[in-house]
T-cell receptor, first 111, second 119 residues
Framework: SQTIHQWPATLVQPVGSPLSLECTVE??????LYWYRQAAGRGLQLLFY??????ISSEVPQNLSASRPQDRQFILSSKKLLLSDSGFYLC??????????FGEGSWLTVV | AQTVTQSQPEMSVQEAETVTLSCTYD???????LFWYKQPPSRQMILVIR??????QNATENRFSVNFQKAAKSFSLKISDSQLGDTAMYFC????????????????FGKGTLLTVNP
């Protein structure tokens, strides 16, 4: 069966520091991959999606970037974090069928 | 652009009773998919139920069912025999196919309804 993992689960970082959140999908190949952010008290916002290795589409201009160095690995990065980057980040995947499945999420607090 | 509206920020229901969560959406698409996701305090996003727009029959998953009204662009979730474990934030989501150099689908979420099941 397919599973998705993302880490770290919790992260506290100072303003101006770099960020790297990783996500890995197991049990499938060539999935569509997504990064969503959920700010406090708000819904989910799509940040990036990828349909293949090295292919990244950005939904909103921001301080973040994404990369897909391997088929089942999706990384969310920042060179210098802002306070406004705080939130709950969810990685998600889709293969066959029309349903998107989510990882456990990562809490990021920028202080 | 697609929008999803959940007009009830919070709702509460007594254990074993039935509750309905509302969702409306706006789209010019004819083929799309609708979902309800549940986010308990653990924050993991869990799929509750899915509806294909081309299907007239309402989807059902055990105690969860939807009332899909395509012409009205309405997609409500009914939870029967509510249980304490149903306490969570519930998100309605819309997905259409986006063809941009490759096959892809994107979800658009509503802002959520916080459901509390009281003992």
């Amino acid at each position: 069966s397919q599973t998705i993992h993302q880490w770290p689960a919790t992260l506290v970082q100072p303003v101006g520091s770099p960020l790297s959140l990783e996500c890995t999908v197991e049990g499938t190949s060539n999935p569509n991959l997504y990064w969503y952010r959920q700010a406090a008290g708000r819904g989910l916002q799509l940040l990036f999606y990828s349909v293949g290795i090295g292919q990244i589409s950005s939904e909103v201009p921001q301080n973040l970037s994404a990369s897909r160095p391997q088929d089942r690995q999706f990384i969310l990065s920042s060179k210098k974090l802002l306070l406004s980057d705080s939130g709950f980040y969810l990685c998600a995947w889709k293969k066959s069928g029309n349903t998107i499945y989510f990882g456990e999420g990562s809490w990021l607090t920028v202080v | 652009a697609q929008t999803v509206t959940q007009s009830q920020p919070e709702m509460s229901v007594q254990e074993a009773e039935t509750v309905t969560l509302s969702c409306t959406y706006d789209t010019s698409e004819n083929n799309y998919y609708l979902f309800w996701y549940k986010q308990p305090p653990s924050r993991q996003m869990i799929l509750v139920i899915r509806q294909e727009a081309y299907k007239q029959q309402n989807a059902t998953e055990n105690r969860f069912s939807v009332n899909f009204q395509k012409a009205a662009k309405s997609f409500s979730l009914k939870i029967s025999d509510s249980q304490l474990g149903d306490t969570a934030m519930y998100f309605c989501a819309f997905m259409k196919h986006v063809a941009s150099g490759g096959s892809n689908y994107k979800l658009t979420f509503g802002k959520g309804t916080l459901l509390t099941v009281n003992p």
